[in-house]
């Protein structure tokens, strides 16, 4: 669902609400106003219905309309009640519904434009009566002044739009990270399956290769497909530089777009598969603005743009046009170009996306997208490198977009709005003392509601904000007598704050607050025997606000739900995205270090076969294979051992005839420094310490110590008190020593079997 269309389903329970509380009143009021103006209060509550009922499902298309007549027809019908009223009507009774139009100004217009209509529909009223009758009523002038702050609906609708549209991005960043999860898992089955056949292949040419002097087809065979494989291992992954946009380029020239990249946008490369995706989905976007986009109102011809873009771990490919637009949720199923063509296309390749941006006459944005490693890149951006973690953890949890300095800014306007008309009214107050303590306990709710904390708001600004109802209730109760009028004005500030309040996440508290002032409304009825109808007239705006707070809390608490949903989704995608790359960094090192061992013993196979006749391998030819495969199965066997040092010392060993064979025990293995580095800081946590020097240079010294015999290193398990024995076999006897981590000698022993090696 749209940002768009979640913002006008939240304005439009809100106005049903309105319309609900206030039609017994409107009903009274409007009986003997103009028949014709009357047909227009029906016509502007039909539109309230639809829209509240078809908020989820009639087209958006038909909803925009909707969102934008409503305003018009409500402008209209305030302008023309001057002249439809009847002798008894005080003011129109669609004046309640005011906040409402805001709203959906709000939701179909830009914000500048919104506040326009906002300052317009709190004057027009008063401007209508003083052209017609040359003078303003001053209880009507009062409430036009409490409708200024009517713009605080234009912010409170723009914060939640924006932290709606942090959720849709978060939605779109969680839906990128587990692509490019899922991509680096497949390249890491990849790589897990090269392994295996490098384990196949490669160490099965060396062996047959060591064993023979003549060498046979079948063994030139073998050595051919080894070598094959280790070339793939060695191929780096990204296509050829400059590529993609060499494609682009050509596409835009042959179509007449223009082309926008960046200077280095030439280096990139990037896998064939995402390469051809994107080309093939920009062919087919081009191709649907060429056929569908027409020229809007006042220009002659369609501009159209095609622009790459490159940032670390993502590319992305934009066709843009500034035509006739359309709503993409309004696009028919059997419509293939864009779902199948370019949407499924891109969302099939591992780390691919694709979004639509459209409106009617706002042009069209198509957006392919694609994640994962990039070669060449120029931007300075993090894309999806991070593995999508946000710099702010916290950031967009404020739904309620009341956490903002502007909304701070707009609700002290209101208020101040408030104190003016309270100025006005003040010398009708008999304690006015109490009513400029009021004044000052709704500015600090005011400012305790815009604190800038996440949502729910703090405990300690909910009990200022939630107090100030029942206490500007107890303050001005006294001071109305029997009939309140316009000095109720600090009564609905206290019950608007409660209705912000549930909206910021505090539900509870608000109910309290509403209903703790509407006790004490109705107290003070019965104490000055006020008629029920001017209790119920004070307490319809507070339950009115109320209950439209109430329904938005409800619905700002199940996106709040989806968004912390989708954050833990998106952590746990950066993580298992960080594992993938960890596993194939490490498996790509580990490929590509047997490829320099193996690979020149078996292009010397392949070589001796290829001249005519075949020449045998020679003893040095045999030696280089054996000492390559002997290799190759340390590193799988212990790749703790064969790093560095140690490895020279092993391959030393075996060309003076020594057999060395090295074990490694624990369950999790320790890396060499050298290698734990080449990682990163993304593996570290699924590792242990690498060895130490000291334990690398005493083993060093033990296996060239050896010239004849055989040589067993094994690394035992992790919690014993020795940390590995080296077992010695030659001419002059057995010897076993121990050692532990750093190197030094627990225990040394000739012929006899150590005890510790019994466990």
């Known amino acids: 669902m749209s940002v768009r269309r979640r913002m006008g389903a ?218 094959a494989v280790l070339r793939g291992a060695a191929v780096p992954t990204e296509g050829q530089p400059g590529r993609l946009h060499a494609d682009l380029a050509a596409l835009a020239r042959d179509k007449g777009l223009r082309f926008v990249a960046p200077p280095g946008a030439t280096r990139i490369a990037l896998p064939d598969q995402a390469a051809n995706a994107l080309v093939a989905a920009c062919a087919q976007a081009i191709e649907n603005s060429l056929r569908h986009a027409r020229p809007v109102a006042g220009a002659s011809s369609v501009r159209r743009c095609l622009r790459l873009t490159a940032e670390p771990g993502r590319v992305v490919v934009t066709v843009e046009d500034d035509g006739s637009g359309f709503e993409p949720d309004d696009v028919a199923p059997d ?229 912390t949903a989708h954050r833990r989704a998106d952590a746990a995608s950066a993580r298992a995205l960080t594992a993938e790359r960890a596993a194939l960094a490490r498996t790509a090192t580990e490929l590509h270090a047997i490829a320099r061992v193996a690979g020149p013993p078996l292009r010397r196979v392949v070589e001796l076969t290829a001249v005519d006749p075949p020449e045998p391998l020679s003893p040095a030819d045999r030696m280089e294979c054996r000492i390559a495969e002997a290799h190759i199965r340390d590193r799988l066997r212990a790749p703790a051992l064969a790093e560095a040092d140690v490895a020279v010392a092993v391959d030393a060993a075996r060309r003076r005839g020594v057999e060395v064979l090295l074990l490694d025990d624990r369950a999790d293995r320790v890396e060499p420094a050298g290698r734990a580095e080449t990682v990163g800081q993304a593996g570290r946590a699924d590792r242990v310490e690498p060895l130490e020097d000291g334990f690398t240079a005493a083993l060093v010294e033990l296996i060239g110590a050896h010239g004849a015999g055989s040589v067993t290193v094994r690394l035992l398990p992790q919690g014993r008190a020795v940390f590995a024995t080296v077992l010695c076999n030659g001419p002059g006897g057995d010897e076993r020593t121990e050692l532990d981590r750093l190197g030094r000698e627990v225990h040394t022993s000739r012929d006899s079997m150590a005890p510790s090696e019994s466990t």
Not at 112 to 128: H, K, M, Q, V
Not at 159 to 174: C, G, K, P, T, Y
Not at 428 to 451: D, F
């Open 10 to 227: 939240m304005v439009s329970i809100g106005a049903l609400i309105l319309v609900a509380i206030h039609l017994g009143d409107g009903l009274i009021g409007w009986s003997n106003a103009h028949f014709g103006w009357r047909l227009g209060v029906l016509a502007l509550i039909g539109v309230v219905v639809v829209l509240t009922l078809g908020a989820f499902h009639l087209p958006q298309r038909l909803l925009r309309r909707g969102w934008a007549c409503f305003p018009i027809l409500y402008l209209v019908l305030v302008s023309t009640w001057v002249l439809a009223r009847s002798a008894d009507d005080d003011e129109p009774s669609v004046w309640v519904l005011e906040p409402a139009a805001v709203g959906f100004a709000a939701v179909s217009w830009t914000w500048r434009t919104a506040i326009g209509y906002a300052l317009i529909a709190a004057a027009l009223l008063p401007l209508s009566l003083f052209l017609v009758d040359g003078s303003v009523d001053r209880q009507i002038l009062l409430r036009a002044i409490i409708h200024l702050g009517n713009v605080a609906f234009v912010v409170i609708v723009f914060a939640i739009d924006a932290q709606l549209r942090a959720l849709r991005s978060s939605e779109r960043e969680v839906e990128r990270n587990a692509a490019l999860a899922a991509a680096a898992g497949a390249r890491a089955g990849a790589h897990a399956r090269l392994t295996a056949l490098i384990h196949d292949e490669v160490l099965t040419a060396l062996t047959l290769a060591m064993r023979t002097t003549v060498i046979p087809e079948s063994v030139a065979t073998q050595a051919g497909r080894a070598l």
């Open 335 to 563: 419509r293939l170009g864009l779902r199948a063509s370019m949407l499924a296309r891109m969302r099939s390749v591992p780390g691919g996306g694709a979004q639509v941006r459209s409106g009617w006459g706002r042009g069209t944005v198509v957006e392919l997208s694609w994640v994962g490693p990039v070669a060449g890149d120029t931007g300075s951006g993090t894309g999806g490198a991070n593995g999508g973690t946000n710099a702010d953890p916290h950031a967009g949890s404020r739904i309620s977009g009341l956490a903002t300095p502007a909304a701070r800014v707009v609700l002290v306007l209101v208020w101040a709005t408030g104190a003016v008309q309270s100025a006005l009214l003040w010398h009708t107050y008999p304690q006015p003392a109490a009513i400029g303590v009021a004044l000052l306990v709704s500015l600090a709710g005011a400012l305790a509601l815009s604190a800038p904390a996440d949502d729910p708001l703090p405990r300690w600004a909910t009990l200022t904000v939630a107090a100030v109802a029942p206490v500007n209730a107890l303050l001005l109760l006294p001071q109305l007598g029997g009939g309140p009028g316009e000095r109720a004005w600090l009564l609905q500030t206290g019950a608007y704050l409660a209705a912000l309040l549930m909206v910021r996440g505090r539900r509870g508290p608000g109910l309290a607050s509403v209903g703790a002032m509407a006790a004490a409304v109705i107290a003070w009825g019965a104490r000055v025997d006020a008629p029920s109808a001017t209790v119920v007239a004070v307490l319809s705006l507070p339950v009115a606000a109320a209950a439209v707070g109430l329904a938005w809390s409800a619905l700002l608490r199940r996106m709040l739900t989806r968004l």
